[in-house]
Nanobody, 119 residues
Framework: QVQLVESGGGLVQSGESLRLSCAASTTIYSDNAMAWYRQAPGSQRELVASITSGSATNYADSVKGRFTISKDNAKNQVYLQMNGLKPEDTAVYYC?????????????WGQGTQVTVSS
């Protein structure tokens, strides 16, 4: 069982930056994908960015060029650097880890961290 704890959220003004961190409680299985999702009030949870165990990344069109996902395997952490924040980026951001084991995939979620961008 992997527990995920996010940190780094807060209140910023439009154009500013934040860096989110997600720490896993234990070593993540070698075949995995780590991601950040977000959910704004009244909206569905959406994928923001993901990174595979091979370090391939994927971004939502709305954040391309502004957000960067990275990870530190030795620390079992994943990060989301958010630059040029906009009011529409306001949401609760969730860390997600998937472990692709032989017979099934295990999915874990953090508790979420609030990001609020004022105009």
């Amino acid at each position: 069982q992997v527990q995920l704890v996010e940190s780094g959220g807060g209140l910023v003004q439009s154009g500013e930056s934040l860096r989110l961190s997600c720490a896993a409680s234990t070593t993540i299985y070698s075949d995995n994908a780590m991601a950040w999702y977000r959910q704004a009030p009244g909206s569905q949870r959406e994928l923001v960015a993901s990174i595979t165990s091979g370090s391939a990344t994927n971004y939502a069109d709305s954040v391309k060029g502004r957000f960067t996902i990275s990870k530190d395997n030795a620390k079992n952490q994943v990060y989301l650097q958010m630059n040029g924040l906009k009011p529409e980026d306001t949401a609760v951001y969730y860390c997600n880890v998937k472990e692709f084991r032989i017979f099934r995939t295990y999915t874990y979620w953090g508790q979420g961290t609030q990001v609020t961008v004022s105009s």
